[in-house]
Nanobody, 120 residues
């Protein structure tokens, strides 16, 4: 089993910045990709940003140039730096990891979610 523990988030004014962090622990041999998704009530969960173990990144068009994702492979952590936030960024943000277990099986895991609220 793998646990993802998120931290960060909260309330910020439009134009401000926030950082989200996620730490993975448990039955981990390696982590192929780590990323952040967000979901508003009644809507589908959508990709915000993802980073591979090789450092390749992919961002949603709506956050390009404002958000930066990074990871520490040795610590199994991922960080999302969010700048120039707008009220449209208000959502629950979820950490995701594609984990290779010690047995070499692969599993997808999610964090519990953290609220980000941007006031106008």
């Amino acid at each position: 089993q793998v646990q993802l523990v998120e931290s960060g988030g909260g309330l910020v004014q439009a134009g401000g910045s926030l950082g989200l962090s996620c730490a993975a622990s448990g039955n981990i041999c390696s982590i192929r990709s780590m990323g952040w998704y967000r979901q508003a009530p009644g809507k589908q969960r959508e990709l915000v940003a993802v980073i591979t173990d090789g450092g390749s990144t992919n961002y949603a068009d709506s956050v390009k140039g404002r958000f930066t994702i990074s990871r520490d492979n040795a610590k199994n952590t991922v960080h999302l730096q969010m700048n120039s936030l707008t009220p449209e960024d208000t959502d629950v943000y979820y950490c995701h990891a594609e984990v290779v277990h010690i047995s070499r099986s692969i599993g997808d895991y999610w964090g519990q979610g953290t609220q980000v609220t941007v006031s106008s």
